[in-house]
């Protein structure tokens, strides 16, 4: 794979990650705080936690950061050598 193609898988990565934490925080929220979130987004937030359970739910998203920002070191340390 060429450089920019890395680059920009690894920027997808990055990406994918960030946005499941986004969710999971806004999710923490909407259950925590229900009554200062619209009650679909309480309801879809519910549902995504009770999937797996919340300490699950949690450990997964910070399994998939600390997976997309180890990636990108790795690769960043293959291109400097």
Known sequence: MDGIAQISKDRKSLR???QEA?????DWTNVYAPELC???R???AKARISE???L???SIVLENCRK????D??????QNG
């Open 73 to 78: 070191n790795d690769e960043n340390r293959n």
């Open 56 to 58: 699950a739910y949690i």
């Open 52 to 54: 797996y359970g919340t």
């Open 38 to 40: 619209d009650p679909e």
């Open 16 to 18: 994918t990650a960030l």
């Open 68 to 71: 997309a920002i180890k990636e």
């Open 22 to 26: 986004i969710t999971a925080l806004d």
């Open 42 to 44: 309480v309801k879809e």
